[in-house]
């Protein structure tokens, strides 16, 4: 598997990033095994990352706010919270098992009535134009191959309002990789099965799909930069 040229619309500039060879049905297997350890698994590696983010997104009280790929329910259920009776929060994921697991997170937290859940695919939103007030994800947007990026990003930008927020967590990539980036691309060439994330250029697709970049942070997993990035529709 040959990592895949990207050549910014805006820039013209030639970034490599990784192929994802993984099928969606791999994809949801995959998730929906994992989906009782995910947690354990990550070790609560990702945690101060999805923290960050959620500080970014800044989510308000009355807000209608959509989550892509919310996982085991940590950024729904503090989304849910700060959007209050009067706001709501919509999450999509393919995985069932990952639905099932964020449903109990939320029945525990009695905040069933202010979320709607969907299992499904990012990239064919099942949610009207203009609907939403901002959008979340993290560790999401960098499991979707190259091509498939921007088909994720228009569908974001068809359901977000006018002037609406969209937030993006993503391992980051780097045009002049250091030893860690090159030893974990590797790994996911290599072991993809287990190493499903890769570092993408989160504000290039951003700016590719018509978004204005409003602010972005980087921070260090592991010594691989991870980017928090806040955009405008
Ligand atoms: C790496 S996990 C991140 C979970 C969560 N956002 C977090 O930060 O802990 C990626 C999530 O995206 C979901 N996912 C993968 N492919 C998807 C797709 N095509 N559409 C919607 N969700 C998808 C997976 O089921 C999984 O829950």
Redesign the pocket.
């Known amino acids: 598997m040959e990592p895949q040229t990207h050549i910014s619309q805006r820039t013209g500039r030639a970034n490599e990033v990784g192929s994802v060879t993984r099928s969606?049905a791999e994809?949801?297997a995959a998730?929906d095994r994992m989906s009782k350890w995910y947690d354990l698994l990550?070790g609560g590696s990702?945690k101060k990352f999805?923290e960050a983010g959620l500080e970014k997104l800044d989510a308000r009280e009355g807000e209608v706010i959509l989550?892509?790929?919310?996982?085991?329910g940590?950024?729904i259920s503090a989304i849910a919270k700060a959007v209050g009776d009067s706001g709501k929060v919509y999450g999509?994921?393919?995985?069932e098992g990952?639905l099932g697991i964020t449903s109990e997170k939320l029945a525990k937290a009695g905040l069933t009535e202010r979320a709607e859940l969907t299992c499904?695919?990012?990239?064919s939103l099942p949610y009207p134009d203009d609907f939403f007030d901002a959008i979340f994800?993290?560790?999401?947007l960098e499991?979707?191959d190259t091509p498939v990026i921007p088909v994720v990003l228009q569908q974001c930008k068809r359901v977000l309002k006018d002037g609406g927020r969209i937030c993006v967590?993503a391992m980051s990539g780097s045009t002049n990789p250091g030893t860690v980036m090159k030893v974990y691309e590797w790994a996911h060439r290599n072991f993809e099965k287990y190493v499903?994330?890769r570092p993408i250029f989160v504000e290039q697709a951003l700016e590719d799909a018509s978004f204005n970049i409003l602010d972005t942070t980087t921070l260090s997993m592991w010594g691989l930069p991870v980017k928090i990035v806040l955009a405008v529709k």
């Open positions: 969606k994809s949801k998730y990550t990702e999805r989550e892509l790929g919310f996982g085991t940590h950024c999509i994921d393919i995985s990952m499904g695919d990012a990239t994800m993290s560790f999401t499991l979707f967590v499903d994330c």
